[in-house]
């Protein structure tokens, strides 16, 4: 399948029977398609997501056990700190967004003032003191996490929202959406596989790591410079109501009163605790329990390979099954690959590792697919009160998935040493290891089912959905006949 396909596969118009999204928009005369050239500039800009999720959720933990020293306690306890205080910053930074007025729009500003403070700290991380003392080593890594992650939240919150209001099409968005999902897999990729790759050629250790923080450093400034430059945003109305904290704390609790929202929230956290600790122990059990240590690159880099290349044929099962039901069966795919894997033998065959892991992954691909329902919401939120406040909305939607990221990276933190982890051991026990591979995928995996049964209560079907782009329609065409009427 193409990519263009896979893209529209992700929204098709709901109700209609074979019908695409946009030979819908051809009938409502909908705006023109976003050039591809825009698109791909955009979506650029997801490097920096997604090398800091995998650099983050795979490779960060090890590092600072194994070879800063850290116990794993404290590191679980410094990235869950980083995540709360990144997250706290989040829905200050939407809706400071939405207000936002410069002759480069809402959000573009907030790219090109992010590039440089990102790059620095996210290379401060990757370059600890070497020789310092636990206390030390802990509270810089707290500093610098605290850091970068304010200056991300500054990004990421505002680079959303950019992406989900660049076009009104139906279809559009969801091309951006697919768009966006793609460029994530790259940096999913860059930041798993590559950076491990270019820390081992740079001597491995603490100057293998600084060297390769500083070239991805690198690649986080080109990223967002990219995605501003190459961008648009359109004219939008400033909001009725004067800027405070009143119309803060307002608008955010009005975003928790759709009961479509809560619902996805709650089964996407659910998600984020099982991908979170099922992250934090990937190294561990690739390395020690099947016998990878030589290999973790090429092992990480399959899984992410596997889930890019999954993503086109979760979007097509997402055209012909609906959203919500394609979002499960990723979430049994994962379930079925996870809870197989405490009964895979140590120190497998290159092959055999690498098949086991490209199975996993072709599960992940489909978790794009929360980020294409969630675009249904404001859909829904924009006919009940007339506005978009895409900005508030992905503030309150990244405040709770970071504090559901901290929970599982905590957790993680607090069951690796129960499990009898000795951090620098050349060998665990055999009962370790067998502990590890069922944190990694059985533990993993049940908040996995947790979430396929909270997903089951969300309300907006592909029917719902279609009736909501109808009244919308018609809000839109009675607007524009007052308003020639009144000319």
């Known amino acids: 399948m193409s990519q263009a396909a896979a893209a529209e596969a992700l929204d098709p118009v709901p109700g209609t029977a074979g019908a695409t999204a946009p030979q819908a928009n051809q009938k409502t005369n909908g705006p023109a398609r976003i050039p591809l050239t825009r698109r791909l500039a955009y979506g650029v800009g997801e490097l920096v997501v997604g090398i800091r999720q995998a650099t983050f959720g795979i490779i960060l933990f090890p590092f600072y056990t194994d070879v800063v020293q850290l116990p794993p306690a404290l590191v679980g306890a410094a990235l869950a700190l980083g995540r709360i205080w990144d997250g706290l910053n989040d829905p200050l930074v939407g809706w400071l967004s939405d207000r936002t007025r410069t002759r480069f729009g809402r959000r573009r500003p907030y790219l090109v003032a992010m590039a440089l403070p990102l790059a620095l700290t996210f290379f401060a991380i990757w370059s600890p003191p070497v020789g310092d003392t636990e206390r030390s080593s802990f509270l810089w890594l707290v500093a610098a996490l605290c850091l970068f992650d304010v200056f991300f939240g500054f990004y990421s919150t505002p680079y959303l929202a950019l992406g989900a209001e660049m076009t009104s099409d139906y279809a559009d968005r969801a091309r951006v959406v697919a768009t966006r999902a793609v460029f994530h897999n790259i940096g999913l990729l ?103 240590a030589d290999r973790q690159g090429a092992v990480i880099g399959a899984y992410l390979l596997a889930a890019t290349l999954s993503f086109p044929f979760w979007a097509w ?125 059985p533990l993993a995996s049940f908040f996995f089912v947790l979430t396929i049964v909270v997903m089951r209560r969300f309300p907006i079907t592909a029917h719902r959905h279609h009736q909501i782009q109808l009244a919308l329609l018609a809000r839109r065409d009675s607007r524009a006949q007052q308003e020639a009427g009144d000319s």
């Open 317 to 441: 099962l997402a055209g012909k099954w609906g959203k919500n039901r394609a979002f499960e069966a990723c979430l049994w795919w994962s379930v079925t690959a996870l809870c197989i894997s405490p009964f895979l033998g140590a120190n497998l065959e290159l092959g055999a590792v690498l098949l086991f892991v490209g199975l996993s992954g072709f599960g992940a691909g489909g978790y794009v697919l929360p980020v294409a329902i969630v675009a249904d919401i404001f859909d829904e939120d924009e006919l009940e009160t007339g506005q978009r406040r895409e900005g508030s909305f992905f503030g309150v939607w990244t405040l709770v998935m970071k504090l559901a990221s901290a929970v599982g990276i905590a957790t993680a933190g607090l069951v690796l040493p129960a499990l009898g982890y000795i951090p620098g051991a050349d060998q665990q026990s055999a009962e370790t290891l067998w502990l590890l591979k069922l944190a990694w995928g």
């Open 190 to 292: 860059l930041g798993g596989g590559g950076f491990l790759a270019l820390a081992a050629t740079f001597g491995g250790g603490h100057a293998g790591h600084a060297a390769a923080g500083a070239v991805f450093a690198g690649i986080m400034i080109a990223a967002a410079l990219g995605a501003f430059f190459g961008t648009k945003e359109g004219a939008t109305a400033p909001p009725a109501e004067a800027a405070s904290l009143r119309a803060l704390l307002t608008d955010l609790r009005s975003t928790l009163r759709l009961h479509s929202f809560r619902v996805l929230l709650g089964a996407f956290c659910l998600l984020l605790v099982g991908a979170s600790i099922n992250q934090a122990f990937s190294v561990y059990v690739f390395r020690d329990a099947f016998g990878a």
